[in-house]
């Protein structure tokens, strides 16, 4: 069966995994989805990603927790889907949660988050709020 959202399913597992405690969460591996956690690595809010095997890749998220098992991710959102698509021109770009948050968004060079992306000056689809 195929996946309509695979950037929701990443989503849904890390939020899961996170709220359970668990210190790694795989899932099938892609590029975007490979952004997406460079993205949350570089912005603190997993230790690390993997990608294992050749043929049939897994993305292998390491999650962080505080020195008392805080979570670092308290909520996730998506907001771009595949039957509803959401852009933002530079000047519109979101702030999350007054910019303890990041948004994740899908520009002409790469994926950035807004902080990178209102550096850059480019707009794109806004795909999701992490905070």
Same mark, same amino acid.
């Given at each position: ?73 308290? $909520?996730?959102?998506? #907001? @771009? =889907? ?9 000047? !519109?770009?979101?702030? /999350?949660? %007054?910019?303890? $948050?990041?948004?994740? #968004? @899908? =520009? ?9 992306? !209102?550096?850059?000056? /480019?707009? %794109? ?7």
């Amino acid at each position: 069966m195929t996946m309509t959202d695979p950037i929701a399913d990443m989503l849904a597992r890390l939020r899961n995994a996170s709220m359970a405690g668990k210190e790694q969460v795989a899932m099938p591996a892609s590029k975007v989805k490979e952004e997406v956690a460079k993205i949350l690595e570089r912005e603190g809010f997993v230790e690390g990603y993997a990608i294992e095997g050749d043929v049939k890749r897994t993305l292998t998220v390491k999650l962080k927790y505080g020195p008392q098992r805080e979570k670092t991710i308290s $909520g996730l959102k998506r #907001i @771009s =889907t595949p039957g509803r698509r959401v852009y933002v021109g530079h000047d !519109k770009l979101p702030r /999350v949660q %007054g910019g303890l $948050g990041v948004a994740i #968004i @899908s =520009t002409s060079r790469g994926m950035l988050s807004d902080r990178q992306a !209102k550096k850059a000056g /480019v707009g %794109g689809e806004i795909l999701a709020y992490i905070w």
